[in-house]
């Protein structure tokens, strides 16, 4: 009971953000910063117009507005725990943007299970940008194990990640640099260790292939997963 009004409080508070116009600080800020950064580091990874993308946790489309624009129609979809933020990104930053010509309603989808074979596509490329930061470790398995499903063999997932500095005590709170977050080892924001990024894939098709710095404002590791051959 105590999760569940935990949930229906920050779904609330949620809410009154949208309706006050602040739903761009509800994903955390840095509007044009982390979208870009987004943008700009999946396509220097190779992403090409034609390809289909997930925008795992796409909130009100922070990244989701520019991968709208660079992709081909219909070749975004995103997946997000609230129907109220979904709905401000395509009601005003997609209208905002004169965007919404290019991305069916139907390719925006509210769950919290990660679940995405709804829309009956296999997807090129996923991203979970500031998601499992939030979360504790088996939702990042649990999501592996669904994206495996919707995921094309070969294709690639990116997912954010707070990592413990060279040396840091892991089972205690640590600040980071850039950026200040202070993450946890228990609680929201969450920091784990490479080992248990690799855990989040044991037994799955998939494949780490590597963590590395890509200059997130705040620190974040982004993790690259390759989807393993059929």
């Not at 117009?49 to 946790?57: F, H, S, V, W």
């Not at 997932?157 to 005590?169: I, N, Q």
């Not at 205690?172 to 929201?188: C, E, F, K, M, Y």
């Amino acid at each position: 009971m105590a999760s569940k009004l935990k949930d229906a409080h920050s779904d609330s508070v949620v809410v009154a953000a949208v309706m006050s116009g602040k739903h761009r600080n509800s994903v955390g800020g840095m509007w044009d910063e982390i979208g870009g950064l987004q943008r700009d580091f999946v396509l220097g990874e190779g992403l090409t117009p034609d390809m289909r993308l997930l925008d795992i946790g796409c909130g009100c489309l922070r990244a989701g507005v520019h991968f709208v624009r660079y992709l081909n129609a219909g070749n975004y979809y995103g997946i997000d725990v609230s129907q109220a933020l979904l709905d401000a990104g395509y009601d005003i930053e997609l209208a905002d943007a004169g965007l919404q010509n290019k991305l069916p309603r139907s390719n925006l989808n509210c769950n919290g299970g990660f679940e995405a074979s709804m829309f009956g596509v296999k997807f090129d490329v996923a991203i979970a940008q500031s998601v499992f930061t939030h979360l504790p470790l088996n939702h990042f398995r649990l999501c592996m194990a669904r994206a495996a499903d919707y995921v094309r063999p070969g294709g690639t997932l990116y997912a954010t990640v707070f990592l413990p500095p060279d040396g840091a005590d892991w089972t205690r709170p640590i600040t980071h640099s850039p950026g200040g977050i202070v993450t946890h080892p228990n609680a929201d924001p969450f920091h784990y260790q490479e080992s248990d990024v690799g855990y989040a894939v044991a037994d799955l098709p998939w494949t780490l292939l590597e963590i590395r710095d890509w200059n997130h404002p705040r620190n974040q590791q982004m993790a690259i997963f390759r989807r393993d051959p059929a």
